[in-house]
């Protein structure tokens, strides 16, 4: 399972890192110590915490890999689910809940996980819109 920095888990919920370190000092997110005495935060923790985080919130992190795909998202996989030749890949951006249908070959070879960091572009050629 991947672990995170403090930048790296800021990075990802939009927030700088001293929010993410007075969230851990407040109990509010687990961190634990690596090998060399780094706190780190466990990816599958990340993943639980960003998820609950993003209800009711609207900034989306900036994807940083050049593409003409123009809705990118950067987030953490909250889940994955996969059967014999397809699998559902949902990730938590922000406050963006995105929810993916792809290969079980594609979710191998990138080793999506809970917990992985990973960035979803969206293009699409409809757009529905409803009224409330």
Known sequence: MPS???GQAARLLGVSSETVRRWADGGRLRMDRDGAGNRVIDGADLARFAKERGAGQHAVPEAEVPTSV???FVGI???VRVDDVAA???VQAGPHRLVSLVTREAVEELG???GVTVTARVKS???HI???
């Open 70 to 72: 123009r809705n990118a």
């Open 88 to 90: 559902l890949v949902e």
């Open 77 to 79: 996989v909250t889940a």
């Open 130 to 132: 409803d009224l409330p």
């Open 4 to 6: 995170y920095s403090i």
């Open 112 to 114: 999506l996980d809970v």
């Open 125 to 127: 050629t409809n757009v």
